[in-house]
C-alpha cells in the first residue's frame, strides 16, 4: 500500500510540475512580447485612438484573439501557477506521508489534504515574511553606511576649516 501512495505521488508531482512548467512558459513568452509591444507603446495607442484603425481591428476576429491573449492569458496563468502549486504540494505531501506511514511506519503529521494546503499557506506567508525582514534589514544597512558616509564626509570638511583651509583672506592689505 505505501509502494502505491509513493507512486501516486510521483505521478502527480511530474505532472503538476509539467502543467506549471508550460504555464510558466507560456506566461513569460507572453509578458516578453508584451515588451516587445510595449517599445512601440504610442504607435499602439495612437492606433488604438484613430477610429479608422481601431474599427479595423474590432472587425478583425485574429485581433481580438490577439488582444485577448495578451491580456488575459497572464492575469489567469498567474493564480493558475500559484494554484497549481498549491495543489502539487498538498496532494504529494499527503501521499508521500501516506506512504511514511505504511513503509516505514512514521506517524502523518496531518489528517487531511486541507491540513496540508493549510501548512503550504502558512509556509509561504511565512517565507514572504521572512524576506520583507530581509529587504527591511538590508534597507536599514543601507541607510547606516549613507549616514556613516555623510558623517566622514563632514568631519573632513570641518578638518579641512579647522586647519584654516578653505575660507576667504584679504591679502591685499
Known amino acids: 500500500m505505501g509502494s502505491f501512495y509513493k507512486g501516486l505521488g510521483k505521478i502527480v508531482e511530474l505532472i503538476t510540475t509539467g502543467l506549471i512548467f508550460v504555464l510558466e512558459l507560456i506566461v513569460n513568452l507572453i509578458d516578453n512580447i508584451k515588451k516587445v509591444f510595449a517599445m512601440f507603446g504610442f504607435l499602439i495607442i495612437f492606433a488604438i485612438l484613430n477610429p479608422y484603425i481601431m474599427i479595423l481591428f474590432l472587425s478583425n476576429r485574429y485581433v481580438l484573439i490577439l488582444l485577448l491573449v495578451l491580456f488575459v492569458v497572464p492575469m489567469l496563468g498567474k493564480g493558475l501557477i500559484s494554484y497549481l502549486k498549491y495543489l502539487q504540494f498538498m496532494v504529494t505531501e499527503f501521499f ?54 555623510w558623517e566622514e564626509v563632514f568631519r573632513q570638511f570641518y578638518e579641512q576649516q579647522s586647519r584654516g583651509g578653505g575660507y576667504y583672506r584679504d591679502t591685499r592689505g
Not at 120 to 135: F, M, P
Request: glycine share 6%; proline share 0%.
Open 96 to 149: 508521500y506521508d501516506r506512504a511514511d506511514y505504511h513503509l516505514l511506519g512514521k506517524k502523518s503529521q496531518y489528517t487531511s489534504m486541507g491540513d496540508y494546503g493549510r501548512k503550504y499557506t502558512q509556509d509561504r506567508q511565512r517565507e514572504a515574511q521572512e524576506a520583507q525582514r530581509r529587504a527591511e534589514e538590508a534597507s536599514r544597512r543601507r541607510a547606516y553606511q549613507q549616514q556613516q558616509q
